[in-house]
């Protein structure tokens, strides 16, 4: 079946700093990818929409300079917190759906990455 | 808008015995509708989906989702519980835009952490 891998699955960085996540799909082609962002014990809330070859569509209340999405390949999406602070700490989580998938099927999510900002 | 409702936030039930995780809707037209679980610090898999058709749906794991339209539910079931089925339970939505068309967003519910005890 679809496989996203996700990575890193753990990172620790100092506050001010950039961190980059990687999204990879590895046995197809994903013309769209999401990012998520999950809060102990919450749902997920979407950030944004990647879109192969296009700028990113960002979820309302969502920093777009601050979290620098790029999907360059049909292969991979990356998102970049920059200038991190400790409220950033969070686990971002992926997820891709197929290329001329049909739009009824359920999307394949990445293992996340549990960022901590010190 | 579209959205998914999970009233409970954990649900908890011993081994062997039938669990049932609840799930109610509010959508526009027809639902696309789908169950995902999270273990610890990973991503989600894929449970089942519903989209048409039967309204019982047969997913992975042993887990079934009913779907029923009167009472705009869609409740994650499964006849004996293991201890290994303990892990966090999303019901999702595909959301639908302005126009009434699917979109290629998931719309999640809050979760419900299942326990099973030995």
């Known amino acids: 079946g679809a496989v996203v891998s996700q990575h890193p699955s753990r990172v620790i960085c100092k506050s001010g700093t950039s961190v980059k996540i990687e999204c990879r799909s590895l046995d197809f082609q994903a013309t769209t990818m999401f990012w998520y962002r999950q809060f102990p014990k919450q749902s997920l809330m979407l950030m944004a929409t990647s879109n192969e070859g296009s700028k990113a569509t960002y979820e309302q209340g969502v920093e777009k300079d601050k979290f620098l999405i790029n999907h360059a390949s049909l292969t991979l999406s990356t998102l970049t917190v920059t200038s991190a602070h400790p409220e950033d700490s969070s686990f971002y989580i992926c997820?891709?759906?197929?290329?001329?998938?049909?739009?009824?099927?359920?999307?394949?999510f990445g293992s996340g990455t549990r960022l901590t900002v010190v | 808008a579209q959205s998914v409702a999970q009233p409970e936030d954990q649900v908890n039930v011993a081994e062997g015995n039938p669990l049932t995780v609840k799930c109610t809707y509010s959508?526009?037209?027809?639902?696309?509708l789908f169950w995902y679980v999270q273990y610890p610090n990973r991503g989600l898999q894929f449970l089942l989906k519903?989209?048409?058709?039967?309204?019982l749906v047969k997913g992975s794991y042993g887990f079934e989702a009913e779907f029923n339209k009167s009472h705009t539910s869609f409740h994650l079931k499964k006849p004996s519980a293991l201890v290994s089925d303990s892990a966090l339970y999303f019901c999702?939505?595909?959301?639908?835009?302005?126009?009434?068309?699917?979109?290629?967003?998931?719309?999640f519910g809050t979760g419900t952490l299942l326990a099973v005890q030995p």
């Open positions: 997820s891709a759906r197929e290329a001329g998938e049909v739009a009824n099927y359920g999307y394949t």
């Open positions: 519903y989209i048409t058709g039967d309204n």
């Open positions: 999702a939505v595909r959301d639908r835009g302005s126009y009434g068309g699917a979109t290629n967003k998931l719309i």
């Open positions: 959508v526009s037209g027809n639902p696309y």
